[in-house]
């Protein structure tokens, strides 16, 4: 018997009863607590808090506690750490500013902005790649969801600044940028370089190989292959694997160059990479494999036989729909997502 509750009135129509409806599962297996989307909600459950809590306190003895008629407490007066996004003087992901560099002793990892584009033969501009990396990071925060990674609680990251160019001069710049990774590398700190043209990659490998005497792979991300010897009779953003992979403990057998294609790879660089047996990918190549066995067969091949390896990523790997602004942009590249 069906009584006049509300559920059942709702089944009424043209004067009869609706029979009760079965419950019907497109797709049965599917189970909400085994996708990624909900592991990644639990993971982040099991981060710890303590960094966050360090800079809340940092903040408020830095830019001083916040009105009264504020509730949450936690505001500072003046602008100081990650929030709010709109504010503050930026660093990269609004991390601590050393002013004295020897200071990034004191870190996990350093960034440094490496503002040069006189090794580009198109399209300048890349000067202004440091600030203006570090003006979009200051909309993100430490934490990744899909990764469950938070590095304020995982890590300590400062900005060390940038490292004072000469634009006039190719040679002089290298050796200024050579000195600056080396002082962070040799602090004990791992160097994050923002450029930049691409000129920058050999001063900064050999920033790290001038510490060292353990072998050093590279994985490079690019649309270019980057290893002839000269461009304009200079040692351009066309060369500097040629010039790393001259050092003793960098082999070019452990350079990696993934996405390398199109209409703009000059030839001579072409011949050297095939002289010297650097393991070339290109997009088809990316696209056959899959993304996973891509990066299991890079990693595999720089570290065979090295004891670290450098990446270079290069915004040009990414199709120029999505980077137009970039000195030599060329179509085909990755897309956002699986860069």
Not at 97 to 124: M, Q
Not at 235 to 261: D, E, K, Y
Not at 314 to 328: L, M
Request: glycine share 10%; charged share 25%.
């Amino acid at each position: 018997m069906i009584f006049g509750t509300e559920r059942a009135k709702s089944r009424r129509y043209a004067g009869a009863i609706a029979a009760p409806q079965r419950e019907h599962r497109h797709h049965p297996d599917f189970n909400a607590r085994e996708t990624r989307g909900w592991k990644a909600a639990e993971a982040e459950g099991e981060l710890s808090l303590d960094g966050w809590r360090r800079e809340e306190k940092w903040a408020l003895d830095m830019g001083l506690p916040g009105s009264d008629s504020l509730t949450d407490k936690s505001i500072p007066t003046f602008a100081r750490g990650e929030l709010p996004h709109f504010a503050g003087i930026n660093t990269f992901l609004k991390a601590p500013y050393v002013e004295n560099v020897r200071d990034v002793a004191k870190y996990d990892a350093a960034v440094l902005g490496i503002p040069f584009d006189s090794g580009t033969t198109y399209r300048p501009g890349t000067r202004f790649g440091p600030q203006g990396i570090r003006r979009i990071s200051a909309l993100y925060t430490p934490y990744n969801y899909e990764l469950g990674v938070d590095l304020r609680e995982q890590m300590t990251l400062c900005d060390a600044g940038d490292v004072f160019t000469i634009p006039a001069n190719l040679e002089k710049s290298f050796d200024q940028i050579t000195r600056g990774v080396s002082h962070v590398f040799s602090s004990g700190a791992l160097p994050i370089m923002l450029g930049g043209d691409h000129s920058i990659g050999f001063p900064c490998v050999r920033g790290i190989a001038d510490c060292t005497s353990k072998r050093i792979g590279i994985i490079h991300f690019d649309r270019h292959i980057d290893i002839q010897e000269k461009d304009l009779d200079e040692r351009m953003h066309t060369t500097p694997w040629f010039w790393a992979t001259n050092m003793p403990n960098v082999s070019a057998t452990n350079l990696v160059q993934l996405g390398i294609g199109g209409w703009q790879v000059p030839r001579p660089g072409v011949s050297e990479a095939r002289k010297r047996q650097t393991n070339v990918l290109t997009i088809e190549d990316i696209e056959e494999y899959g993304l996973e066995k891509t990066a299991e067969i890079a990693l595999e091949l720089a570290w065979k036989d090295a004891d670290a390896v450098y990446i270079s990523f290069d915004v040009d790997s990414i199709d120029c729909g999505f980077v137009p602004g970039t000195g030599w942009p060329e179509p085909g590249g990755f897309l956002p997502r699986e860069a």
